[in-house]
């Protein structure tokens, strides 16, 4: 099926464009869905309401843009929505358990595998990773930040440095990066973890 059929079958409630949909988009979706969760089931969770509001929600889509970025436009507020909900995003590390953390330069070295640094992400309190995922990987500005997440800018730009800081601490301390080695570009490691 085209995209072009899959979106009119999907307008048209047709449950063969329906499956087609879900199983084109829900390998990387889930991916996405992994890094706002951190663990397994609650990224299932997200998916699950993510495909039901794109599936009432497809007639909206104005064919601006690719058709995969309004999807996964969907999934991340839909996952913004599931962290919202069980106020999981005002989980963090204090700054008095940040301050040891020390500033690194920005970057992941190409050898570093996804899978790795998707785990130690995982293992980020959920206020971390909501602001890194979403500054670093999807694009957003801190102000666009703060609105979703009903936060200060100035919140959001303090937990993305001091996940970028612990980020980095988990990579060193599960020897992903040696500590000796210097990161030098978030954008490789937005690279890495596109999906």
């Not at 087609?20 to 089931?41: I, T, W």
């Not at 996952?79 to 069980?86: A, D, H, V, W």
């Not at 700054?95 to 330069?105: G, P």
């Not at 060193?172 to 040696?178: A, E």
Request: proline share 2%.
């Amino acid at each position: 099926m085209t995209e072009e059929s899959i979106l009119n079958g999907c307008i048209q409630q047709e449950p063969a464009a329906q499956k087609e949909l879900y199983e084109r988009f829900s390998g990387k979706m889930f991916a996405v869905c992994y890094r706002y969760a951190g663990n397994k089931q609650d990224a299932e969770d997200m998916l699950q309401e993510s495909m039901v509001r794109i599936f009432s929600q497809i007639h909206q889509f104005q064919q601006k843009g690719s058709f995969e970025g309004w999807i996964r436009k969907v999934i991340v507020h839909t996952c913004i929505n599931q962290l919202k909900k069980q106020k999981k995003f005002n989980d963090c590390v204090e700054i008095t358990q940040a301050e040891y953390l020390l500033s690194k330069a920005d970057s992941i070295p190409s050898i570093v595998q996804a899978k790795e640094i998707i785990e130690c992400i995982g293992a980020m309190p959920s206020g971390y990773r909501t602001v890194l995922n979403l500054y670093a990987l999807e694009g957003y500005s801190h102000r666009e930040i703060a609105e979703l997440l009903e936060i200060e800018e100035s919140t959001s730009r303090s937990q993305y440095n001091r996940a970028k800081k612990l980020l980095e601490n988990l990579l060193i301390s599960k020897n992903i990066i040696l500590e000796s080695k210097q990161l030098s570009s978030w954008q490789q490691l937005k690279t890495k973890l596109s999906v």
